[in-house]
């Protein structure tokens, strides 16, 4: 990959200052030049972020469209709602197996290329890979053969009052319980690229998954298939999951092969990790599951639907920026964590990490929550999407989006746990979150309804980010919380300030717009006034995340001049 013209990596990596004394030049020095002679994070942060936002920008924006389509095209009779039932199973699998692989393999394919062992990071990553496909054709033929049972453990009622329904279900199960063999290569490949420092296709994976899956709910919309092409898009469209990221295997020279090996003890070591890491997703996916289960149950069914769609904007407002940021940084993570010499440089590179990701995830929840029911109205008030689903989907959102900064949280700082090679303190704390989770969501489900299942789950959350922030800063001493309270609480007053104006914004051009297209244009219209805002006043302030922003403007800016040279 190579670096963009006229950017100077070492004032994007001046921002992260390794070490805290005067010999942070020289060991930037030394950290470039051995770089350049071949450490697997050679092309780390230098405009890896703003790649990895665009591409996630493109992939979550054609996710919220597809969500649109489906909902405008075939939401009669309940029928996305049992459409979302029947992809519990994949993206379950699929939300495991990503996690697993990113932070075990990641740090395991680092240590190996940081020794200059090309050859025996390829063998590993073909004897994971093999491994990892067996298990999931296991799981899949076991899918096939169980899907009645199974659908009728999720809705039980269903069965009975609409046996139609159900049968339609159980179909959708079958076609798409393969697409969990194309999610296993692509987070394999995934692991790979990102490992070399290549965050691109990974992010981008999505674009042509979505579009392909709008493509066939289009053909089901016209009498074509009906809610089951959806599911048959879906299957066809998690293959590009795995094709887009070839061509960068084959630019790094990297063979993609399936091998199988039990006696190799790195993958034995790996396996060891990826247990824990696996529970962990599991774990998360499984309070996912209550949610949907319980919400299926309440009347109406489209109450599952909203609920969904809620969690898919909350996961938007955060996967554009703040897993961008998290996902760049874990080879760094990585690293620091790998060579051990300097804890200095670890606590260095964890707390900045940390106030990146609360510089762009507290202007995104405390504008996500503000502007939740236009958010929501914008987004999916189209066909059979009503506005009594707008208001109850922004119901649920209100409390999805008070957990973004947790979710932010529980999600870096498990990344470096997994860096530092400790499984069981992430483990421990998703076990406890997800009881908090399923406790809640029994107790709350009947007064709140849907706003009792979210509100759960951002329980869930901020517990689990509360356990992994203790052990971090009392016990490894890595997390430097004070210097981390301080910048947070400049952020929250110009995050504050900038979701303010957006509201007042809002608010003064919305009753001048007397046609749906215009108000959603006043809603983009609050939305960037608010970024603008927020970034003059940070840089005003002066919080040290902005120079990070601005190497990465101006690493833009050069690619656009050298683009149009």
């Not at 998703?430 to 709350?444: R, S, Y």
């Not at 104006?501 to 608010?507: C, I, N």
């Amino acid at each position: 990959m190579r670096r963009w013209p006229g950017f100077e990596a070492s004032r994007l990596e001046s921002y992260f200052a390794w070490g805290s004394g005067g010999t942070g030049l020289q060991d930037l020095g030394q950290t470039v030049e051995r770089r350049r002679a071949g450490r697997a994070t050679s092309r780390v942060l230098t405009g890896s972020a703003v790649a990895v936002a665009l591409a996630t920008l493109g992939s979550k924006f054609l996710g919220l469209l597809r969500d649109v389509v489906l909902t405008d095209r075939l939401s009669t009779g309940g029928a996305v709602s049992l459409y979302v039932l029947a992809s519990v199973v994949p993206l379950t699998v699929f939300a495991a197996v990503m996690a697993s692989i990113s932070t075990v393999f990641i740090p395991s394919v680092a240590s190996l290329l940081q020794q200059g062992d090309h050859r025996r990071a390829e063998e590993f990553a073909a004897n994971l890979n093999g491994a990892a496909t067996l298990a999931v054709t296991i799981l899949v033929v076991l899918l096939e053969i169980f899907a009645r049972p199974f659908v009728g453990l999720l809705a039980s009622s269903l069965r009975a009052e609409e046996p139609a329904a159900f049968a339609t279900t159980v179909g959708m199960v079958r076609i798409m319980a393969p697409l969990i063999l194309f999610y296993t290569w692509s987070a394999v490949a995934g692991g790979v690229l990102n490992s070399y420092g290549y965050f691109g296709p990974n992010a981008a994976m999505g674009i042509p998954q979505n579009l392909v899956i709008i493509g066939a709910v289009i053909i089901g919309s016209l009498g074509f298939g009906g809610i089951r092409a959806a599911a048959w898009g879906s299957l066809i469209g998690t293959s590009t999951t795995f094709l887009i990221q070839v061509p960068a295997l084959r630019k790094i020279h990297f063979h993609f092969r399936w091998r199988l090996d039990l006696r190799d003890p790195l993958l034995r070591r790996a396996a060891g990790l990826m247990g824990p890491a696996m529970a962990v997703a599991l774990a998360n996916q499984a309070a996912l599951l209550v949610d949907r289960v319980l919400a299926f149950g309440l009347q109406p069914r489209s109450l599952i639907t909203d609920l969904t769609w809620a969690l898919r904007l909350q996961g938007f407002a955060y996967g554009v920026l703040g897993y961008s940021v998290a996902t760049v940084l874990y080879p760094r993570l990585a690293e620091a964590a790998v060579e051990g010499s300097d804890p200095a440089r670890l606590r260095e590179v964890v707390t900045r990490g940390i106030s990146m990701v609360n510089f762009v995830t507290l202007p995104t929840m405390m504008g996500l929550f503000v502007l939740r029911r236009p958010i929501m109205a914008a987004v999916f008030q189209h066909g059979d999407f009503k506005p009594a689903d707008t208001v109850a989907g922004a119901y649920a959102l209100a409390f999805f989006a008070l957990g973004t900064l947790s979710f932010a949280w529980m999600d870096y700082l498990s990344r470096t746990l997994y860096a530092l090679r400790n499984t069981k303190v992430p483990m421990g704390a998703t076990f406890a979150g997800v009881a908090v989770n399923i406790g809640l969501d029994l107790l709350l489900v009947r007064p709140m309804r849907q706003g009792g299942l979210a509100l759960g789950t951002a329980s869930a959350w901020t517990f689990s980010a509360l356990i992994l922030a203790w052990f971090l800063h009392r016990r490894t001493g890595v997390l430097d919380l004070r210097r981390i309270a301080g910048a947070a609480t400049r952020m929250a007053i110009t995050a504050a300030v900038s979701v303010g104006l957006a509201l007042g914004v809002y608010d003064a051009f919305v009753p001048l717009a007397h046609r749906e297209l215009v108000s959603v244009g006043v809603l983009v219209l609050a939305v960037v006034a608010a970024v603008v805002v927020y970034l003059a006043l940070a840089f005003a302030l002066r919080i040290p995340e902005t120079k990070f922003v601005k190497v990465l403007f101006q690493a833009v800016w050069r690619r656009v001049r050298h683009a149009s040279a």
